[in-house]
C-alpha cells in the first residue's frame, strides 16, 4: 500500500526532495539551540564574556530568522506538494470512473462514491505533505539529541531511554486499533454523505407528500451510526494520546530528577544538567510529532485503501484490437441473446432480432419483459452473457466502445441534463459544433423558439438537473443533443410516456423528424406513438410473443390488440 502510495510523490521529486531539506535545516536550527544555550551558561556568564554574549545572541536571532523562513517553505510549498497529489488521484479516479460498467453505479450509492473522492483524498493530502515532513524531522531531533545526550552524559541517557521499550510496544499495540475504527468512521461517512445527498436532491417530493419528519428520522439514523463511529474512533484515538503523553511526562520526570542528582553529586554541571533538559524537551518533541503523525497517518491511509478500492474496480471489457465502426448503415442483428442481472434473475433468454438499416422496429409488452434491457445492451451498457449483437455484421464485442456509442444515440424517459446553460446541455451532443449546427439542432427538435424568448437565450442558466424547464422542454434538449450527435441508429426508451397529451404531440413530431434515415428501436407503452413502425414486437417474459404491423397485431386478436384496448 505504502509503495503504491510513494509513486504519485515522482511528478513532484524536486519539490518534495526541497520540502525534506527544508525539515532538515529546521530540525539542525532546533538542535543548536540547547548547545548555545548551555555555553552560555557554562562559559560566557562565569566569565563575563560580552563580545560572545552578542555573538551567541546575534547567531540565535540568525536561527530563529532562518526557521521562520524554512517553516514558511515547508508550510506552502509542502502543502502544495500534497494539493497536487490530491488533484491528481482525484482526476485518476474521476476518469476511471468514467470507464466503470453501470452495474458499478447501480450497486454503489453517489453520496459514497463522493465521499471518496472529496473527503478521503483530502486526508490523502494531509497525509502527503506532514506524514514525510513530520517523520524526517522526528528521526533527525530523536538521532540528534539521543547523542548530544550521550556526549553529556551515557549513564543518565540509559536511564532515560529505559522508558522507550515500552513507548514502543504501546505505540503498536493501539496501531491496530486505531486502523479498525477509522476505516469504520471512513465506511459511515460515505454512508451519511449518501443519505443527505438523496434527501436533498428529493426535497420536493419530501415537502409534496408532507414526509419531512420521516425523511429527518432516515437521516437521524445515519447520523448516530456515523457520531457512534466517530466516537470510538476517537476514543482509541485518547487511549493512545493518554498513553504516549503519560510515557512522555514520565521520560522528562527521570530526567529531571536523575539530571539533578547527578548535578547534586557533580559529574555534570549546571550548564549541562539545563542542556540535557532542553534536549529531553526536544527528544520528547518529536515523539509527540509522532503521535500526531500515527492519527494522521491512519486517516491519511485508510482514505488511500478506499480510494485504491475504487481503482482496482474492473473496467468496462474493452476488445484486444479493437475495430471502428465507420459509414454505418445501420443492419442490426440480435442473436441468441442471453442476459441477467447480479441478482441473477434472467431478463432475456436466446432472444433474435434483425432490424435493417432504415427501418423503424417497436417493442411493447409488459413490464419486465427485458424492453430496456435489450436497449442498454446495444451500446453495451451492460454485457450480455451469451449470443451476439452485430451492426453492420460486426459483433460489438469487437468494436471499440466509442466508436460503438458514437454511432448509437439514446434517448430515454429520465432525462438527465447537467447543471449550467442550455448550450453546454446540447453541446453534449457534439462539442466540437458551431453555433449554427447548435441552433439546427435546436429547431429540429422544436425548442429553438423557447429559448429565443429566454433573457439569455442558449446561454440560460437551467438550474441542477434543468430544474427551472418543464418535462417537455428537457425532453426536446436531450432530442437536440442526438440531432447534434447524428448518429445512424436511435433507440428511443418510453421517450414520450412521461408527458402531457399536448406535449407529447409536438415532441412526436420531433422524433419523428430525428428518426427520418436512421435505424430506430423504439420501446413504447403509449401504442399510439408506435402506429407507423414498420414492425412492432411484443416481448414478455417468455421471449418475443408477437411481431407485425400495427393493423396485423390488431387484427390476430392477441396480447397487442389487448393492450390496445387497453
Not at 88 to 115: A, C, W
Not at 246 to 260: C, N, P, R
Not at 407 to 425: A, E, K, P, S, Y
Not at 495 to 509: G, P
Request: glycine share 6%; hydrophobic share 40%.
Amino acid at each position: 500500500m505504502i509503495k503504491e502510495f510513494v509513486k504519485y510523490y515522482k511528478p513532484y521529486k524536486k519539490l518534495f526532495i526541497l520540502d525534506l531539506l527544508a525539515a532538515f535545516l529546521f530540525a539542525l536550527c532546533d538542535l543548536a539551540y540547547p548547545m548555545i544555550a548551555r555555553n552560555i551558561m557554562d562559559d560566557v556568564v562565569p566569565n563575563k564574556d560580552m563580545r560572545m554574549l552578542i555573538v551567541f545572541v546575534v547567531a540565535l536571532l540568525f536561527i530563529f530568522i532562518s526557521k521562520s523562513a524554512l517553516n514558511y517553505f515547508m508550510q506552502y510549498w509542502g502543502h502544495v506538494v500534497g494539493v497536487r497529489m490530491q488533484a491528481d488521484m482525484r482526476e485518476k479516479v474521476f476518469t476511471h470512473l468514467q470507464k466503470l460498467p453501470n452495474s458499478y453505479f447501480d450497486n454503489n450509492k453517489t453520496g459514497v462514491i463522493m465521499s471518496r473522492i472529496i473527503n478521503d483524498l483530502m486526508d490523502i493530502s494531509e497525509l502527503a505533505h506532514h506524514g514525510p515532513e513530520d517523520l524526517f524531522i522526528s528521526i533527525v531531533m530523536l538521532i540528534g539529541s539521543f547523542f548530544i545526550l550521550l556526549d553529556i552524559n551515557v549513564t543518565l541517557t540509559l536511564m532515560v531511554f529505559m522508558v522507550i521499550p515500552f513507548v514502543v510496544w504501546f505505540a503498536a499495540y493501539q496501531r491496530k486499533k486505531m486502523n479498525k475504527a477509522f476505516m469504520e468512521t471512513r465506511v459511515e461517512t460515505g454512508s451519511v454523505n449518501a443519505t443527505l445527498e438523496n434527501s436533498i436532491a428529493g426535497m420536493k417530493i419530501t415537502k409534496s407528500f408532507c414526509t419531512e419528519k420521516e425523511e429527518f428520522e432516515k437521516f437521524s439514523k445515519s447520523n448516530n451510526i456515523f457520531r457512534h463511529a466517530r466516537e470510538g474512533a476517537y476514543k482509541v484515538m485518547a487511549e493512545y494520546s493518554a498513553g504516549m503523553n503519560l510515557y512522555m511526562d514520565i521520560l522528562e520526570l527521570i530526567a529531571l530528577g536523575a539530571g539533578g542528582y547527578f548535578t547534586y553529586l557533580g559529574k555534570i554541571s549546571l550548564g549541562d544538567f539545563a542542556a540535557y533538559i532542553l534536549y529531553v524537551k526536544m527528544f520528547v518533541q518529536p515523539i509527540k510529532k509522532l503521535i500526531n503523525f500515527t492519527e494522521q497517518y491512519q486517516n491519511g491511509m485508510t482514505g488511500f485503501e478506499r480510494f485504491t478500492e475504487i481503482m482496482k474496480q474492473e473496467q468496462e471489457k474493452e476488445p484486444k484490437n479493437p475495430i471502428e465502426l465507420k459509414n454505418v448503415k445501420g443492419n442490426l442483428e440480435i442473436e441468441n441473446v442471453s442476459f441477467k442481472y447480479e441478482d441473477e434473475t434472467q431478463v432475456l433468454d436466446d432472444l433474435s432480432l434483425s432490424i435493417e438499416a432504415g427501418k423503424t422496429i417497436a417493442l411493447v409488452g409488459p413490464s419486465g419483459g427485458g424492453k430496456t434491457t435489450l436497449c442498454n445492451l446495444i451500446p453495451r451498457f451492460y454485457d450480455f452473457e451469451k449470443g451476439d449483437i452485430k451492426i453492420d455484421g460486426k459483433s460489438i464485442r469487437e468494436v471499440s466502445l466509442k466508436s460503438l456509442r458514437q454511432n448509437i444515440g439514446v434517448v430515454q424517459q429520465d432525462v438527465f441534463l447537467f447543471t449550467g446553460t442550455i448550450r453546454d446541455n446540447i453541446l453534449c451532443g457534439n462539442p466540437d459544433a458551431n453555433e449554427e449546427e447548435l441552433i439546427d439542432a435546436a429547431k429540429k427538435a422544436r425548442i429553438h423558439d423557447f429559448i429565443q424568448t429566454l433573457p439569455k437565450g442558449y446561454d440560460t442558466y437551467i438550474g441542477e438537473r434543468g430544474v427551472k424547464l418543464s418535462g417537455g422542454q428537457k425532453q426536446r434538449i436531450s432530442i437536440s443533443r442526438i440531432f447534434l450527435k447524428n448518429p445512424p441508429i436511435i433507440i428511443l426508451d418510453e421517450a414520450t410516456s412521461a408527458l402531457d397529451n399536448v406535449t407529447e404531440k409536438e415532441i412526436q413530431l420531433s422524433l419523428e423528424e430525428l428518426s427520418k434515415d436512421r435505424t430506430n428501436l423504439i420501446v413504447a407503452h403509449r401504442l399510439s406513438t408506435i402506429k407507423n413502425a414498420d414492425e412492432i414486437i411484443v416481448l414478455t417474459d417468455n421471449g418475443i410473443e408477437e411481431r407485425g404491423t400495427h393493423d396485423e397485431l390488431l387484427n390476430r386478436g392477441g396480447i397487442y390488440s389487448k393492450l390496445h384496448r387497453e
